[in-house]
């Protein structure tokens, strides 16, 4: 294939593969939390992060990972604490993250708003040796928590207030679910985008979850997902010359789509084959019709 002689698209294919891993991965412990859009929301924050690392000649990437992370730190505390005006806060919190990328781009030497535009939606040509040192040591950080500590993260996603009598950390379990959802958006950003990489945390735990009940299996075909639409989004983007997060994300809803027509019929088939493994309890014994029990 000639798409691996180019260097840039052998480090894209890598970067790919790792989003595809790392995003569903902490995905699915927001989802379980009913936080799908907290990816979104550090996004905004991350390109304060961007602006900065331009502004200070710093890496854009590291930046916005050390950003992102007191940004999802205060949104945790602001869950904590700020239970009457909270909505308020994050959304300046949000806000404020854009404003601040924006304005720090321009101050730099140089600098536009051209220069967030791969940041904001991906791109394949930019993704630097330095780009994929850093996001390899960043998805291995995710994974490392998101395998490590599955049953205490599940279950603190599950019920909370259960967690903290079985003895759980529930606080720092939640500020550490905070941190790793930072660092993926970094992770992911110079692939989808910021603006789009809460959408690969979300959908594909939402299509596996159509398929499979069990947390372990929604969890492996999130990931399965995840890796199949980066790797052929970012294929099809290099030979379409089409923008690489978009691309990804939505193949991502066709695959959505795909499983949810897949799932009624898959249904149907399961609720027959309890039926049929268990008739007792679905059918009326003998000698126990309606026409015994009067005495017809």
């Known amino acids: 294939m000639d ?29 379980q939390r009913r936080q799908a859009l907290m990816g ?26 050390l950003v992102s992370v007191l940004g999802a730190v205060l949104m945790e505390l602001i869950r904590w604490y700020g239970r009457t005006r909270g909505d308020i806060a994050l959304a300046m919190l949000f806000y404020g993250g854009m404003a601040g990328g924006v304005m720090f781009i321009n101050l730099a030497p140089g600098g536009s708003n051209a220069n967030l535009t791969s940041y904001l939606f991906g791109s394949l040509s930019t993704v630097s040796e330095s780009d994929v040192t850093a996001i390899c ?24 207030e259960f967690a903290r009598v079985t003895g759980l950390p529930v606080r720092a379990l939640n500020l550490l679910t905070a941190v790793t959802a930072a660092v993926t958006v970094t992770v992911a950003m110079r692939v989808v985008g910021l603006l789009l990489v809460s959408a690969l945390m979300v959908v594909p735990v939402a299509a596996a979850q159509q398929l499979s009940r069990s947390f372990a299996a929604t969890f492996a075909v999130a990931v399965a997902i995840g890796v199949a639409v980066t ?51 679905c059918r009326v014994p003998a000698g126990r019709a309606a026409g015994d029990e009067v005495g017809i």
């Open 3 to 31: 798409i691996l002689n180019y260097a840039f698209m052998q480090r894209a294919l890598l970067a790919a593969v790792l989003v595809g891993v790392t995003a569903p991965a902490i995905g699915i412990y927001l989802v």
């Open 40 to 65: 979104d929301g550090i996004g905004h924050v991350a390109m304060t992060g961007v602006g900065l690392g331009f502004l200070l000649s710093w890496s854009p990437v590291w930046m916005a990972t």
């Open 137 to 160: 040591l960043l998805a291995a950080f995710v994974v490392l928590v998101t395998l490590g500590l599955r049953r205490q993260l599940f279950a603190v996603s599950q019920d909370e």
């Open 231 to 281: 790797l052929g989004g970012t294929v099809t983007s290099y030979y379409q010359d089409v923008p690489p997060g978009a691309t990804i994300v939505l193949l991502t809803i066709g695959a959505f789509i795909v499983l949810t027509a897949l799932a009624a019929p898959l249904a149907r088939r399961r609720a027959r084959a309890a039926a049929d493994a268990d008739p007792a309890e």
